[in-house]
């Protein structure tokens, strides 16, 4: 069984440009969550949908950060605009309500 | 906010060594989750403990959620090389069936 899927793996990308990162969850789980990580801050969830709905957004950081889930298979999270302070490795991850999360490779944004 | 301290920070052991590695809580959690994360990838969960006291072992690995329900220990016998990586402990906290508390991390460095 595929793991969760996420894209790019590596984007590097000027201030000010609009950054989408993409995730497909494993099949069949119900809840998605996005985190970012960096040294400073470790792993910090941002948002986490149950079903396809939004459950909770506070983690994410200020209106420049948007996240869609528009079915059970696929996920956005979306930068617009980008700052260099937005630099980490952003995980996707997914359960299937054992709390046992299964995290993607990850997309490692660089803003310059 | 509910925080997790996670000890040691960083270990250096010589191969075939046994490590133990811990985490405490000023709360209480639900669950108890062991990770490890290799260099470019994201975490993988290790182990998952549900009950007050449970022991649990996979392969040359062993985790306990301790009675008092706010400690996790984890422990490595016998390390090889590719135990290298770091350790996160992470903790579900009774008021939510969804967020995780994380620890900081504890980086594994084999001595060659």
């Known amino acids: 069984d595929a793991g969760v899927i996420q894209s790019p793996r590596h984007e590097v990308t000027e201030m000010g440009q609009e950054v989408t990162l993409r995730c497909k969850p494993i099949s069949g789980h119900n809840s998605l969550f996005w985190y970012r990580q960096t040294m400073m801050r470790g792993l910090e969830l941002l948002i986490y949908f149950n079903n396809n709905v939004p459950i909770d957004d506070s983690g994410m950081p200020e209106d420049r950060f948007s996240a869609k889930m528009p079915n059970a298979s696929f996920s956005t999270l979306k930068i617009q605009p980008s700052e260099p302070r937005d630099s980490a490795v952003y995980f996707c991850a997914s359960i299937i309500n054992t709390g046992e999360l299964f995290f993607g490779e990850g997309s490692r944004l660089t803003v310059l | 906010g509910q925080q997790l301290n996670q000890s040691p920070q960083s270990m250096f052991i010589q191969e075939g060594e046994d490590v133990s590695m811990n985490c405490t809580s000023s709360s209480i959690f639900n669950t108890w989750l062991w990770y490890k994360q290799d260099p470019g990838e994201g975490p993988v969960l290790l182990i998952a403990?549900?009950?007050a006291g449970e022991l649990t072992s996979n392969g040359r690995l062993t985790a306990q959620f301790g009675i008092t329900r706010k400690d996790s220990f984890l422990n490595i016998s016998a390390s090889i090389p590719s135990d290298v990586g770091i350790y996160f402990c992470a903790g579900q906290p009774r008021y939510s069936n969804y967020q995780l508390i994380w620890g900081a991390g504890t980086k594994l460095i084999i001595k060659p």
């Open positions: 403990l549900y009950k």
